[in-house]
């Protein structure tokens, strides 16, 4: 996953050039894109492996 500059701003290489319009609800996984279910899943990920390490340094102090 690289970047590329569009305009004036950074943007990943696979972002779509625009936002879709939804008329469903926001929330359903049927109407995320691709690009919007990875960054879900890789923060989802980052968030998990803090909880794990905040827990462990707390055991440990």
Do not use: A, P
């Given at each position: 996953?690289?970047?590329?500059?569009?305009?004036?701003?950074w943007c990943f290489k696979d972002e779509p050039d625009n936002d879709p319009v939804d008329a469903a609800d926001a929330s359903s996984s049927a109407t995320r894109t691709?690009?919007?279910?990875?960054?879900?899943?890789?923060?989802?990920?980052?968030?998990?492996?803090?909880q794990t390490w905040t827990t462990k340094l707390e055991s440990i102090v």
């Open positions: 996953m690289g970047m590329s500059f569009r305009g004036n701003t691709h690009y919007e279910q990875e960054m879900l899943r890789m923060v989802t990920t980052l968030f998990d492996q803090h």
